[in-house]
């Protein structure tokens, strides 16, 4: 059974400590809901399990393999709250360019990834002319192309409506069900199995 292991994760922001002695562990098919109020540094220890950002101090390991070697950030997949895209690129441009730059050789995926998030008869409709919800499902559909074991979601489900929330959370269940580890922040309630919380 593989396992992400936090131990001892301390974290400062200027002068403030944002969180200090922060361990947990997380194996094969769970779901960690980060929660806490605004500024209370969800995306901060995201981007730190995302070997993004360093910590002041602590560790962070996944198959006794840490953060930052190349054998942990092969096994990662972070997803930030903020939809970058290419305006001048169409749905299928942005997805095959983001992909690549996950690692991926999506090939003919890509388009099915799009039909999968609900954006069939979108493939060729440039970025720029996109609502914020269906950039954010051109994004989220990496996740039906990405192959890595932990998928690190900062507000996932933000900008979405109730069918793209429910093919959200249906693809974050068949990832856990499989022996993936999702962890994920957002303010919304959401219906995901084997979810437990970890509150900062």
Not at 9 to 26: D, H, K, P, T, V
Not at 54 to 66: K, L, Q
Not at 68 to 77: A, K, L, M, V
Not at 98 to 104: F, P, T
Request: proline share 2%.
């Amino acid at each position: 059974m593989s396992e992400l292991i936090v131990n001892e994760l301390n974290c400062q922001r200027g002068y403030s400590a944002l969180f200090s002695r922060l361990s947990f562990s997380i194996t094969s098919g769970e779901i960690l809901r980060i929660s806490g109020a605004n500024g209370s540094a969800k995306t901060s220890l995201l981007k730190i399990l995302a070997g993004l950002s360093s910590p002041e101090s602590g560790s962070v390991a996944y198959n006794n393999h840490a953060v930052g070697s190349s054998e942990y950030q092969e096994d990662i997949f972070y997803l930030g709250h903020l939809p970058a895209l290419s305006p001048e690129l169409c749905c299928q441009e942005n997805l095959g360019y983001l992909s690549q730059l996950q690692g991926d050789n999506a090939g003919d995926k890509v388009r099915d990834a799009l039909i999968a998030i609900g954006l069939k008869g979108y493939e060729y409709e440039y970025a720029a002319n996109l609502s914020a919800g269906q950039k954010r499902r051109v994004v989220l559909a990496s996740l039906f192309i990405n192959k890595a074991p932990i998928w690190l979601l900062d507000e996932p489900f933000t900008a979405l409506d109730s069918d793209g929330i429910a093919i959200l959370e249906e693809q974050i269940n068949k990832h856990s069900r499989s022996g993936g580890i999702c962890i994920l922040t957002t303010h919304q309630d959401c219906n995901l199995s084997n979810m437990r919380t970890l509150s900062l």
